[in-house]
């Protein structure tokens, strides 16, 4: 039985028992979608074609990112066209041209010319969704530089580790950021030369041991002509977190513009003329390949708001600025959908055309609830940090089976693999079997390295594939559905966590003998970080214990990272009271599943 539901451009196709199949109509309004064919484009595609929609420096200097996102468009027909417009906490704009754009991240790749900063040295940035950001990280690209964000929620310990692994040269933050989180750490990062104040309130700021900001700014020229960059030449710097050990820092090169402008263009299904909304945060990688510079390489106007997550604010500013195109996130999606229906339409988002989610499976129910709510669904698209850009989408054009992350990317090549006994991994060809999702790698923005850990990057390779640490299934039509995490990493409001950093910080309280830390199932933000705690001899569990734990973890950990959730382990004589492995690792995955009331599965590495 088919029961069919009509919106403007979406036909909905309820077949009994299953999820809706949401399908396209092809009908397309006034705007043709870049990949209106799967098969014809993904056919049609190289990287070498898709290269050649970029201009390269002049004079053949080779690729950078800053000139493709800035400077090209600067020395063109774009010149004055809007690129980002910034929307404050307060409700105060300002808007940069292109023209505009070129000039302050000429100045800011001066102030590192004139305070010696060599090229590859890595600029970190650590402030929320302000101007200063962008000029930072395209400026620190324009003098070859290695931009490096941090999350404004991160707690001294986390930004100590992330600061210190990759050698931080140069920090720009705020200074009340920087009160709060870095001068206490600061004597631990012996090669941060630079800081750069933001000072609050429009001031200048005058700490001791810092510059300011605006006043560097000031004082550097606005002509600045970009050195040579060749293709591999690294340009970003992003922390993820694995199951055990420190963050990982994934590397990424000039070339991978590349991928964020091609994925820009048919993932995003970016035009000249749209008006592009990017909810993620900056500390994230999103943040950067398509918060900064996918939007820029297209030409298209960004819209960089300040304040989080608000959904009347959203809804309003989706109306007023007329967004076109917007890339959200599951936890937000998911609290929009508590709100219901009417408060959206309340609004007139007619300009709406594409809505894109990222970062967590995308239940099926929000994308139905958005064909309800703005008459076109949000379209899934899955990627990671180490892969710099979309790899798996549903396209504009194509038929959305909700719940389903879509399929790859022209110049993508995905498989789902299974381990073999020997060590190799083997492609599983039949439809619906569960196995690791792993891509082919060479395309440009494929991370190349963790930051001086060459083994660690080299155990991600196996047989010409790289793999993800995603299990997933392929079915019969070549979509790909998200299982599960193959580690213990942990997404929480779209954050990946590793469990080891906040167990670490966890055992640093006197009271504590071993922690074990998993993700706990939430109906919004996905998971919640949950601790498990066993006390050292003598120390009796109290409900004050509690909460000077919870709190001893926020202050170093910060909001995100923290557990929201911390359990006490009965301790018993002689024996750890968490489960672990015979080779001395906590088993995760049990203590999941004894708070989950699952069965314990495969226990026979068991210890104790
Ligand atoms: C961009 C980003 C990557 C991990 C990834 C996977 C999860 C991302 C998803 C998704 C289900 C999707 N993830 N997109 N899971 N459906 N559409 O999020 O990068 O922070 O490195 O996280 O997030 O587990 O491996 P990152």
Redesign the pocket.
């Known amino acids: 039985m088919v029961r069919a539901l009509h919106s403007a451009r979406f036909e909905r196709v309820h077949i009994m028992g299953w999820r809706p199949i949401i399908k396209s109509r092809r009908d397309w309004e006034d705007v043709v979608p870049h990949l209106h064919d799967y098969a014809d484009v993904r056919a049609a595609f190289s990287w070498e074609k898709a290269f050649k929609e970029l201009d390269g420096l002049p004079g053949g200097r080779g690729l950078n990112i800053a000139h493709e996102a800035v400077d090209r468009h600067a020395d063109g027909l774009r010149r004055d066209h809007l690129a980002l417009r910034w929307i404050g906490k307060t409700g105060e704009t300002q808007d940069f041209t292109y023209a505009r754009l070129r000039e302050l991240t000429n100045r800011f790749a001066n102030v590192l010319q004139q305070l010696g900063v060599g090229t590859g040295n890595r600029v970190y940035a650590l402030t929320g969704r302000i101007p200063a950001l962008y000029v930072t990280a395209l400026g620190t690209l324009k003098h070859r530089g290695v931009f490096c964000p941090l999350f404004s929620a991160f707690g001294p310990e986390p930004l100590r580790a992330r600061l210190a692994i990759g050698e931080a040269g140069v920090l720009v933050t705020t200074e009340a950021l920087y009160q709060r989180k870095v001068a206490g750490i600061r004597d631990a990062l012996p090669h941060l030369r630079h800081v750069l104040l933001i000072g609050d309130n429009h001031r200048p700021s005058h700490v001791p041991g810092t510059l300011d900001f605006h006043l560097a700014m000031e004082q550097a020229s606005d002509r600045y002509t970009i050195g040579p960059t060749a293709q591999e030449d690294p340009a970003l710097l992003?922390f993820?977190s694995g199951t055990t050990g420190t963050p990982k820092g994934?590397i990424h090169v000039h070339q991978a513009v590349v991928a964020h402008h091609t994925t820009g263009k048919l993932a995003l299904d970016l035009h000249k003329a749209d008006v592009f909304w990017c909810t993620a945060d900056p500390g994230?990688?999103?943040g950067t390949?398509y918060g900064i510079i996918a939007p820029l390489t297209n030409g298209v106007t960004s819209l960089v708001v300040e304040e989080e997550f608000d959904a009347e604010r959203w809804y309003r500013i989706l109306q007023d600025e007329r967004v076109t195109v917007w890339y959200s996130?599951?936890t937000a999606i998911r609290m929009m959908m508590k709100g219901g229906v009417a408060p959206v339409h309340k609004y007139n988002l007619s300009a709406l055309r594409f809505l894109a989610?990222?970062?967590?499976?995308?239940n099926p129910e929000a994308v139905v609830w958005s064909l309800d709510a703005f008459g076109r669904p949000f379209h899934?698209?899955?990627?990671?940090?180490?892969?710099g850009g979309i790899m798996?989408a549903n396209f504009a054009a194509m038929d959305i089976q909700p719940g389903s992350?879509g399929r790859p990317l022209p110049g993508i090549e995905a498989a789902i693999v299974r381990n073999t006994e020997e060590g190799s991994v083997e492609v599983i060809t039949d439809p619906d079997m569960q196995g690791e999702l792993a891509l082919r790698p060479g395309w440009p923005s494929m991370f190349r390295g963790y930051w001086n850990e060459p083994e660690r990057y080299r155990k991600c390779f196996v047989d010409g594939w790289y793999l993800?640490?995603?299990l997933a299934k392929r079915d019969k039509d070549g979509y790909y559905w998200?299982v599960?995490?193959a580690d213990d990493?942990i997404?929480t409001s779209?954050?990946?966590v590793g469990p080891f950093e906040v167990e670490s910080v966890l055992m640093e309280h006197q009271a504590v003998a071993e922690a074990g830390v998993i993700g706990k199932p939430d109906p919004i933000a996905l998971e919640l970080v949950k601790a498990f705690v066993s006390l050292k001899d003598g120390v009796e569990p109290s409900e004050a214990l509690r909460r000077e734990l919870l709190g001893h973890a926020r202050s170093r950990l910060g909001a995100v990272v923290a557990p929201k959730e911390i359990a006490f382990l009965p301790s018993l004589p002689f024996l750890p009271s968490l489960p672990k492995t015979r080779s001395g690792k906590i088993m995760r995955r049990l203590l999941k599943a004894r708070e989950l009331g699952l069965p314990e599965g495969d226990t026979s590495t068991l210890e104790n």
């Open positions: 992003h993820t994934a994230w990688i999103t390949s996130a599951p989610s990222v970062g967590e499976p995308l899934d698209n899955w990627w990671q940090t180490e892969t798996i992350m993800t640490g995603d998200f599960g995490r990493v997404k779209g954050h990946l």
